[in-house]
């Protein structure tokens, strides 16, 4: 079964990057769409960004938009996210998912593995 690794997270003050990467093992994640999604305390987990398998079509939900970027190497079997501009509301544990589907899913059902999550924390 394909599994999951996130890094990259940390501390970074408001306004600052962070590249979030998400690390596949026990399979390929070329067969894959893979999102982003994020949990901050007390809120639902929301979808952040997907990138089709091919990495040929790309998808942000508004917050993130011009801010972010999601990339993958499948040579390497690792997605990537490319986080810009941070903001204090940006701090959540981030969390990478791979969906069968092959567009560029944005729901949690649509997902079929996850990773256990990096924390980003953003101050102000």
């Known amino acids: 079964q394909v599994q999951f690794v996130e890094s990259g997270g940390g501390l970074v003050q408001n306004g600052g990057s962070l590249r979030l990467s998400c690390s596949a093992s026990?399979?390929?994640?070329?067969?894959?769409?893979m999102g982003w999604f994020r949990q901050a305390p007390g809120k639902e987990r929301e979808f952040v960004s997907a990138i089709r398998y091919d990495g040929a079509a790309t998808f942000y939900e508004d917050f993130v938009k011009c801010r972010f970027t999601i990339s993958r190497d499948n040579a390497k079997n690792t997605v990537y996210l490319q986080m810009n501009r941070l903001k204090p509301e940006d701090t959540a544990v981030y969390y990478c998912?791979?969906?069968?589907?092959?567009?560029?899913?944005?729901?949690?059902?649509?997902?079929?593995?996850w990773g256990q999550g990096t924390q980003v924390t953003v101050s102000s």
């Open positions: 026990g399979g390929t994640i070329s067969n894959y769409a």
């Open positions: 998912a791979a969906s069968r589907n092959w567009g560029t899913p944005t729901m949690w059902f649509e997902y079929d593995y």
